[in-house]
């Protein structure tokens, strides 16, 4: 459950404290001044928030003057025992739309914090890919922020919000690319140990990977779907794209053709598997746009998507495949 809280003109008080009514929600609290503004309080449960936020912003549509707050709630005394169409929705989004939104939009900023992490985070992973420690080397995964574009870039896709598509594309790419620059370098100045496992692991990969990323990946959209945000920490484990990209760097500036190529293909399974989950987890959510022309448009961005994402990781498994031998007779 959670606190909502509708500041609006005092005329649109009778309305607002109808649609809460009619949305099984408790109105704790109405602001007793005579100004032209009014402020609601209301307790709503997880099932309801949904459509008790797109009638309020129905309402409100073309309104300037109302602002709807969302504010979490530690717990609320005494319990009141789940209903029968809560009980019904516990394999549903949690979590609104604007709440994820929220949340995601903010791993989608290119901003210094994220370009100093991405550095970082690489320099880390390198160390522990060549001095095979494993401890370093999963810090790093935690560490690494580029998940969260890869997330948004799906959730775009969910709501045909095409800033947030490129917004997500942009700080994702820039990402990669850092972190690819230093690798290199570090593949040109560190000596390198081919007899590191860690290293070793990041440049094969098989359909076990793609099993991997795609469970990963759904498992990451179910975590903040729900508000269970700590499994997200052991998705960034499961199916971090900086230990890929990092291989591939330091493969690239050492010379080693070869391994790159198998580290590149390891780096664009976990991409395009972590993006094809989630968007097909997200479809299945119910996360969509609030209005009928806004839903159109999603649908057409979420087809594109999903095809662009199933012929790519066709072509990927297509490679895999061949370069373990299966073509050869």
């Known amino acids: 459950?959670?606190?909502?809280?509708?500041?609006?003109?005092?005329?649109?008080?009778?309305?607002?404290?109808?649609?809460?009514?009619?949305?099984?929600?408790?109105?704790?609290?109405?602001?007793?001044?005579?100004?032209r503004k009014k402020v609601i309080r209301a307790l709503v449960s997880d099932d309801q928030r949904q459509s008790l936020l797109d009638a309020l912003q129905g309402l409100f549509q073309g309104e300037d003057?109302?602002?709807?707050?969302?504010?979490?709630?530690?717990?609320?005394?005494?319990?009141?025992?789940?209903?029968?169409?809560?009980?019904?929705?516990?394999?549903?989004?949690?979590?609104?739309?604007?709440?994820?939104?929220?949340?995601?939009e903010k791993n989608t900023r290119l901003d210094s914090t994220y370009l100093l992490l991405v550095i970082l985070s690489t320099v880390v992973v390198a160390i522990g890919l060549l001095e095979n420690n494993v401890a370093v080397v999963i810090g790093a995964m935690v560490i690494a922020p580029l998940l969260g574009p890869n997330i948004a870039l799906a959730l775009?896709?969910?709501?045909?919000?095409?800033?947030?598509?490129?917004?997500?594309?942009?700080?994702?790419?820039?990402?990669?690319?850092?972190?690819?620059?230093?690798?290199?370098g570090i593949g040109i100045w560190h000596p390198m140990d081919l007899d590191s496992p860690e290293l070793m692991a990041r440049t094969d990969v098989g359909v076990d990977s793609m099993a991997l990323a795609l469970a990963s990946g759904a498992a990451a959209v179910i975590s903040l779907t729900t508000g269970l945000s700590s499994v997200l920490v052991g998705v960034m484990v499961a199916v971090a794209l900086l230990p890929p990209t990092?291989?591939?760097?330091?493969?690239?500036?050492?010379?080693?053709?070869?391994?790159?190529?198998?580290?590149?293909?390891?780096?664009?399974?976990?991409?395009?598997?972590?993006?094809?989950?989630?968007?097909?987890?997200?479809l299945v959510r119910g996360i969509k746009p609030r209005s009928w022309l806004e839903k159109q448009k999603a649908n057409q961005s979420m087809?594109?998507?999903?095809?662009?994402?199933v012929l790519s990781l066709a072509v990927l498994l297509v490679v895999i495949l061949f370069r373990k031998g299966f073509f050869i007779y």
């Open 246 to 282: 990092a291989t591939l760097g330091i493969m690239l500036g050492a010379g080693h053709t070869q391994l790159a190529i198998g580290a590149a293909l390891l780096l664009a399974v976990n991409i395009v598997c972590v993006n094809l989950a989630a968007k097909i987890v997200f």
């Open 303 to 309: 087809v594109t998507c999903l095809v662009i994402w």
């Open 65 to 104: 003057h109302s602002k709807i707050l969302v504010t979490a709630l530690e717990a609320s005394l005494p319990r009141k025992a789940p209903t029968l169409n809560e009980k019904d929705s516990l394999d549903k989004s949690s979590t609104t739309r604007e709440e994820l939104y929220n949340e995601v």
């Open 156 to 184: 775009g896709a969910a709501l045909g919000d095409m800033p947030l598509i490129w917004k997500a594309f942009k700080t994702g790419s820039a990402g990669i690319g850092l972190a690819l620059f230093f690798s290199i």
């Open 1 to 35: 459950m959670k606190i909502i809280d509708v500041v609006t003109p005092a005329k649109n008080l009778s309305a607002v404290e109808s649609i809460i009514g009619q949305h099984d929600s408790e109105v704790l609290w109405v602001s007793a001044d005579e100004d």
